[in-house]
């Protein structure tokens, strides 16, 4: 079945595919494979918030210094998922995601045996790079392999890679780094991706549709001119900079009061609310709209910052604040990808690409402005600041509504 990711009915004189005459309400098996290529990058991505201070000390540099390496991950991610992905887009998608996987895989072996700053930051560039490439790609290969009326269930279950990576893999990744050194950890990385590889290269993805009419790079841009999709990228960057400037040092904010173990258990309360969000958030949009699920959701972050300080002082406070974090931040996540999809039907991959490379903006920002404000203010202070900048994200949101899309 060829695959079309334009999220609009065919073009007039085009006859629609068997699969758009009648759409099956089950999704193809294939889509939820996808998610294990998303769990890869989700793992990557996340996983160094909780082996950081371990990371920084057999380094021999500062906690600001090594949080660095999130943000060379995430810079890439930004710059590379348009670039790399008009550069590769002459490449069969079903092909190009394996060799990106395995590229992937090999840049997480170098990770893993690092042993000055210098080389694990080359890791970790290579495989932001990968990410940028095979994360997007996921999602446009699952909404062609899906009916249109189901391509919101397939960005769900390919989201659903990204926020099990928070439950199983930055919790497991943390326990093996604390317990066999963080080297490990970038071991069960690389073994993550090659596992996705393997198991979609078994699963025999069909072949896409002509890469002759695959956007370049101009064109991948073109929605930015668009004032309404750069009104409606602008809340996502300050809420990622926000959620990254206090998740990258997480794990040292928790350190004042629980052990590692407890960490690891911590983060993945973080990860069950993210996977419960993710898959709600979807259908509160579908009730709500758009643009409320977000607003509600920057609301209740900026609150449950500005309060962890003391609402976190037992385990299970902890775990709530986290919970609660983590479903907020991944509840918003479908509304603002079907926001944009609406906003620009016929160019829903390229704003889907550009959603995640601003994603990655906030991110590197995050990680980069922490280690920043570590420097100049206390620990203590840094989740009020993420608090502060997830506010002005509901300031923009609601001041931008009535332009960017009906509230």
Do not use: K
């Not at 929605?223 to 990254?244: F, K, N, Q, S």
């Amino acid at each position: 079945m060829p695959l079309d990711p334009r999220p609009s009915s065919a073009p007039p004189g085009v006859p629609p595919s068997p699969a758009r005459e009648a759409p099956s309400q089950r999704l193809d098996f294939r889509i939820w494979l996808l998610a294990l290529a998303t769990f890869a990058m989700g793992t990557a991505t996340l996983v160094v918030a909780g082996i950081l201070p371990a990371l920084a000390a057999d380094l021999g540099v500062s906690v600001a210094a090594a949080g660095q390496v999130v943000t060379a991950f995430a810079i890439t991610f930004a710059i590379g998922s348009p670039i790399l992905a008009a550069l590769t887009g002459h490449l069969p998608r079903e092909r190009l995601i394996l060799r990106v996987l395995c590229v992937f895989t090999l840049a997480n072996v170098l990770c893993a045996v690092a042993m000055r700053y210098d080389m694990l930051l080359l890791g970790r560039v290579v495989a932001g790079g990968c990410a940028g490439i095979c994360t997007p790609l996921a999602y446009v290969l699952a909404t062609g392999l899906a009916s249109p009326q189901r391509r919101g269930a397939a960005l769900a279950a390919v989201a659903i890679g990204t926020t099990s990576a928070m439950v199983f893999g930055v919790p497991l990744g943390t326990w093996i780094g604390h317990h066999f050194g963080w080297h490990a950890t970038f071991w069960l990385v690389a073994a993550t991706g090659a596992a996705a590889a393997i198991v979609l290269w078994a699963a025999r993805l069909p072949v896409a549709a002509d890469a002759g009419s695959i956007p370049g790079i101009a064109a991948r841009f073109a929605p930015m001119g668009d004032r309404r999709v750069l009104i409606a990228l602008l809340p996502p960057v300050l809420w990622c900079t926000a959620a990254y400037l206090f998740y990258t040092y997480v794990a040292l904010f928790l350190g004042r009061r629980f052990a590692p173990t407890e960490i690891a258990f911590l983060l993945l309360f973080f990860g069950l609310g993210g996977v419960t969000g993710s898959q709600i958030g979807g259908r509160i949009a579908d009730r709500f709209g758009d643009l409320l699920p977000i607003a509600v959701c920057l609301a209740a972050s900026t609150v449950n910052l500005g309060l962890i300080e003391f609402t976190s002082r037992s385990f299970w406070g902890g775990a709530a604040v986290l919970f609660v974090w983590g479903f907020c931040g991944w509840a918003s996540w479908t509304p603002q990808q079907t926001r944009l999809i609406a906003l620009a039907p016929a160019n829903a991959p390229i704003v889907l690409s550009l959603n995640n490379a601003t994603v990655y903006v906030g991110t590197a920002a995050g990680a980069a402005g922490g280690a920043v404000f570590l420097s100049l203010a206390p620990l203590a202070a840094l989740p009020l600041a993420a608090a502060a900048i997830y506010a002005v994200a509901l300031i923009v949101l609601l001041a931008t509504r009535r332009i960017s899309q009906p509230f």
